[in-house]
């Protein structure tokens, strides 16, 4: 089945400057990046991003380290489009705990758990096709993404924005 899955390289694989070793991993896929940016991460943006995981103990550090409070403030968010994406994607980027992940994988190879407990596993992966959706229009407008993936409608109106001098 054709699908789209987000992916985020996290502010440790940034500042580790892991960014093509892990966009070399994932090109063994064959998928295609129909989107890419850096973004710099808003508490809300985190926030939602793992809103599902609010109740954990350890929520409040997995904000702070996506936002770049324990490295460089920004993620690479990208989104990969094709065969089976969702599962291909995952299967590269190995266990949640990256102390159990294949250590062929990218979180077996380059992630670490640290002494305060917070698994720093270098990549983030959608898991199925409607989180997949979620986080898709979380990280992305229409406009950022090379085809619509799902169904736009164009708003008339003045909005602000910055353009170059
Ligand atoms: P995944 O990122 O593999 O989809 P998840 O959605 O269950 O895993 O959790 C999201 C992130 O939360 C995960 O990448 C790292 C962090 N996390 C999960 N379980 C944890 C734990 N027991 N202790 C510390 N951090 C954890
Ligand atoms: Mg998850």
């Not at 992940?101 to 720093?120: C, F, H, L, N, W």
């Not at 993404?145 to 924005?161: A, H, N, Q, R, S």
Request: charged share 30%; hydrophobic share 40%; glycine share 6%.
């Amino acid at each position: 089945m054709v699908e789209q899955t987000l992916v985020l390289i996290k502010p440790d694989g940034l500042s580790k400057s892991l960014t093509g070793n892990v966009l070399t991993r994932l090109s063994e896929t064959k998928l295609e990046i129909v989107a890419s940016r850096i973004v710099e991460v808003s508490k809300e943006l985190a926030e939602q991003h793992y809103a599902m995981l609010k109740d954990k103990p350890f929520f409040p550090d997995l904000i702070k380290y996506l936002m770049g409070g324990f490295h460089k403030k920004k993620v690479m968010a990208l989104v990969y489009y094709g065969d089976d994406a969702i599962a291909k994607i995952r299967k590269i980027c190995g266990a949640t705990n990256p102390e159990e992940a294949d250590p062929v994988s990218i979180r077996g190879a380059y992630g670490r758990i640290t002494t305060k407990g917070v698994y720093e596993n270098v990549i983030h992966a959608s898991t199925n096709p409607e989180e997949a959706e979620r986080e898709i229009k979380l990280w992305f407008a229409p406009d950022e993404i090379i085809m619509d993936l799902y169904p736009v409608k164009t708003v008339k109106g003045t909005f602000e924005k910055k353009i170059w001098v």
